[in-house]
């Protein structure tokens, strides 16, 4: 297996001196789905950020396909980006924006040409099945095919990754499945998958790696893993 | 950049100035007036300071030489004053060229001295003494008043470092007025640019997240910048240039340019003046503006 993400004795404090992330060490594969779990406050949402350098460890090496980003320069950050998708639990979309314009915009911000961006937008809106509201605009959709927005968006540039900070904390179980089936899809295209989750259900039935994370350190670690903390 | 990336820019640039309207309005006025006062003050100083030179150029000390004085006692004479300090060229001017001079110099009224010309000529000899630094003109002059066989002395009794005073005491006035009024515009300018700024921060966010580079988020608050700063000078410039030329024409018209002896700077070349200046001032407030704003935007 071909090593994609890896964490060297990673430590993050915050500025106001909450140790937020302590000493972890973690190897992700290519094509990998890594389940994020964890009580609230114990690191999760830390983890995902440094792997797209929203945070910087205090200490510690992040490399990602080779590169140690803890190491970039801040001009040399955005390309680094383009190799990660990242998804939020509350979209993030642009409200002034069809869907297709949102979708569009990741490719237009990194001066990809038209005849590509057209092509690829059309691509990855019939993959979340949403080809047919590529005029709606956001608040036009339900929450469920927003997130699905989100996501086209976050892989229209083919990353290698996509990073999701609770995707379906804001959805009901039915529009929650809807993303999962769509995160299945894209990691069966090839794409490593990480994604910190609250939800009990869906970890449990849609089996995959599990990493659990308290207080900042990696407590459990299975390949085919459990949700393991109460609903 | 492609050019395509520019009219992305730029359209992202002027909805946001429509988008802003009222912001932009207020900063556009407050480049209107600063440029305005930096246009007139240009128009002044580079005005007063050819004059000033002009004057300088013209600033010699004239020695009328005593009649009786004979060639050798001349000669003495300016050996004297060659030793004086501050003295940068001394020039013999036979009183029948002297003559010449000042017919040339009337113009249309030289008939009536033609006549004087040979034997009838009032003039003395003398001799046309260049300082070094016009201001020593008076201490030469003094000191040469004291040597035989000089008759009289001219220089320009003061009234160039006069001149000189008031050109310094004006530039300082308005330097320091206009870079109050500069500040106050680049002030302006940064916080309409904040306001566009703070209403696009999730864009920001999106695009940096996107692996937008921080050049192609700026550009088009640079963009924005600039337009403030550059739609501030049109007023400004249309105005002066405009009105310099009718002052000029009327000065030209009224003949002022021979009474006085002193040429203004042709309205072309001031509108060019003009034109360079306060595009290039108004640009970089604009500018400066702009980037103030962003830089602290950009820390995603
Ligand atoms: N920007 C920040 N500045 C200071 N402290 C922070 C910051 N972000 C998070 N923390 C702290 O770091 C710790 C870990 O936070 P983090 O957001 O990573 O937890 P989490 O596992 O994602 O929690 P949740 O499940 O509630 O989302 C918490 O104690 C939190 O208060
Ligand atoms: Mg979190």
Request: glycine share 8%; aromatic share 10%.
């Given at each position: ?7 060297q ?21 290519k ?8 009580p ?18 205090t ?60 092509r690829?937008?059309?691509e ?9 509201k ?18 086209a968006?976050s ?43 609250h ?16 207080g ?16 | ?7 992305r820019?730029?359209?992202e ?68 004053i ?44 003398k ?31 003061g ?7 008031v ?6 006035i ?24 703070v ?85 970089l ?16």
């Amino acid at each position: 297996m071909i090593i994609l993400i890896e964490m060297q004795d990673v430590w993050k404090a915050y500025a106001n001196g909450v140790m937020a992330v302590n000493g972890i060490n973690v190897h992700i594969d290519k094509g990998e789905f890594v389940y994020i779990v964890g009580p609230s406050g114990s690191g999760k949402s830390t983890f995902i950020k440094m792997m797209y350098r929203e945070e910087v460890p205090t200490r510690g090496k992040i490399l990602i396909d080779g590169t140690d980003i803890t190491k970039l320069k801040y001009r040399e950050v955005p390309f680094l980006r383009r190799k990660i998708g990242v998804v939020f639990q509350d979209f993030k979309l642009l409200p002034k924006l069809t869907v297709y314009e949102n979708v569009a915009f990741a490719l237009e911000v990194i001066e990809e040409s038209p005849r590509q961006i057209r092509r690829k937008v059309m691509e990855v809106l019939d993959l979340v099945k949403l080809k047919h509201k590529a005029r709606f605009f956001p608040n036009e959709l339900s929450g469920g095919e927003q997130q699905r927005i989100a996501i086209a968006r976050s892989i229209v540039n083919n990353p290698p990754v996509v990073v999701a900070d609770e995707p379906t904390g804001n959805l009901d179980p039915e529009n929650a499945w809807s993303i999962m089936e769509i995160f299945e899809r894209i990691n069966n295209n090839g794409t490593t998958v990480v994604m910190a989750t609250h939800n009990k259900e869906i970890v449990d039935r849609m089996v995959k790696r599990v990493i659990a994370i308290e207080g900042g350190m990696i407590v459990r670690d299975d390949k085919e893993g459990v949700y393991g903390y109460e609903a | 950049m492609r050019l395509r990336t520019l009219g992305r820019h730029g359209r992202e640039a002027i909805k946001s100035l429509g988008r802003n309207s009222w912001m932009s309005f207020a900063s556009i006025s407050a480049v209107t007036v600063a440029l305005l006062l930096v246009g007139l003050f240009l128009t002044v100083m580079l005005n007063l300071n050819t004059i000033a030179n002009q004057v300088e150029n013209s600033v010699e000390v004239d020695v009328f030489i005593d009649r009786t004085a004979k060639p050798a006692q001349q000669d003495a004479l300016k050996q004297q004053i060659e030793q004086l300090d501050h003295i940068k060229s001394i020039q013999y001017v036979p009183k029948e060229e002297g003559l010449k001079e000042f017919i040339k110099s009337m113009g249309d009224d030289a008939d009536v001295f033609k006549s004087m010309q040979g034997k009838e000529n009032p003039l003395p000899d003398k001799f046309v003494i260049k300082t070094t630094d016009p201001k020593q003109s008076i201490t030469v002059a003094k000191q040469i008043e004291q040597f035989k066989y000089v008759d009289e002395v001219r220089y320009g009794k003061g009234y160039v470092e006069k001149l000189f005073h008031v050109v310094d005491i004006a530039r300082n006035i308005g330097i320091v007025l206009i870079l109050g009024l500069l500040f106050t515009s680049v002030f302006l300018i940064a916080n309409t640019i904040k306001l566009t700024i703070v209403a696009r921060r999730n864009e920001i966010e999106i695009m940096k997240l996107c692996g937008a580079t921080n050049a192609f988020v700026r550009w088009p608050y640079f963009i924005e910048g600039f337009l403030l700063g550059l739609l501030g000078a049109v007023i400004p410039f249309l105005l002066i240039a405009v009105g310099y030329r009718e002052i000029y024409q009327w000065f030209i018209g009224k003949n002022y340019q021979s009474y006085l002896f002193v040429k203004l700077i042709p309205s072309d070349t001031m509108t060019l003046y003009l034109g360079g200046s306060l595009i290039l001032i108004g640009a970089l407030i604009g500018i400066w503006g702009s980037m103030t704003s962003v830089r602290k935007f950009l820390k995603i």
